[in-house]
């Protein structure tokens, strides 16, 4: 099979029917959150690990998601480790939506909203909560040398 046989087909079904622990070559490094809710068994492991509620509930979250993330680079498990830094990603993400924007509505009747100054106090420190973890995960040698391999290598 040639690498880009071996590339999962998005338009099947909101998962990919791939276990990527045991064939990581078919993962890839897409830009920012995709795949998020995709990619198995990292999505099954990081997930509820995931809240941003507010401060507390997104430092638990952050510091758990790091621990995988620590895990998986130990085991080198490149798709875990990028699987990690995505949900940390979108633990900045949606929260900072949810600050922005009230009830995290960033679109009503189908136009784009004009961000809020801290709507949400509490979802706005999750989000610098999540920011810290974020980047400790991108300042990390390791991740960035393998990500950048992997992009080379298979997409």
Same mark, same amino acid.
């Given at each position: !099979?040639?690498? &880009?046989?071996? +590339?999962?087909?998005?338009?099947?079904?909101?998962?990919?029917?791939?276990?990527?622990?045991?064939?990581?070559?078919?993962?890839? #490094?897409e830009?920012? =959150? @995709?795949?998020?809710?995709?990619?198995?068994?990292?999505?099954? =492991?990081l997930?509820?690990?995931?809240?941003?509620?507010d401060?507390?509930?997104?430092?638990?979250?952050?510091?758990a998601?790091? &621990?995988?993330?620590?895990?998986? +680079?130990?085991?080198?498990?490149?798709?875990? !480790?990028? !699987? $990690?830094?995505?949900?940390? @990603?979108?633990?900045?993400?949606?929260? !900072?939506?949810? $600050?922005?924007?009230p009830?995290g @509505?960033?679109? =009503?009747?189908?136009?784009?909203? &004009?961000p =809020? +100054? %801290?709507?949400?106090?509490?979802?706005?420190?999750?989000?610098? #909560?999540?920011? +810290? %973890?974020?980047?400790?995960?991108?300042?990390?040698?390791?991740?960035?040398?393998?990500?950048?391999? %992997?992009?080379?290598r298979?997409?």
């Open positions: !099979m040639s690498e &880009e046989d071996a +590339r999962p087909n998005e338009t099947e079904g909101p998962e990919y029917d791939v276990d990527f622990r045991a064939e990581p070559v078919r993962y890839r #490094v830009r920012g =959150e @995709q795949g998020a809710f995709k990619v198995e068994p990292y999505k099954s =492991e997930l509820p690990l995931w809240g941003y509620a401060r507390e509930t997104a430092d638990e979250a952050g510091e998601i790091y &621990e995988r993330f620590c895990a998986y +680079r130990r085991s080198d498990e490149f798709p875990g !480790m990028d !699987m $990690a830094r995505k949900y940390l @990603q979108m633990g900045y993400t949606r929260a !900072m939506r949810y $600050a922005r924007y009830g @509505q960033k679109y =009503e009747d189908g136009e784009e909203r &004009e =809020e +100054r %801290w709507v949400d106090h509490d979802k706005r420190e999750a989000a610098l #909560v999540f920011e +810290r %973890w974020w980047a400790l995960v991108e300042a990390d040698e390791t991740y960035t040398a393998q990500r950048e391999a %992997w992009r080379d298979y997409g």
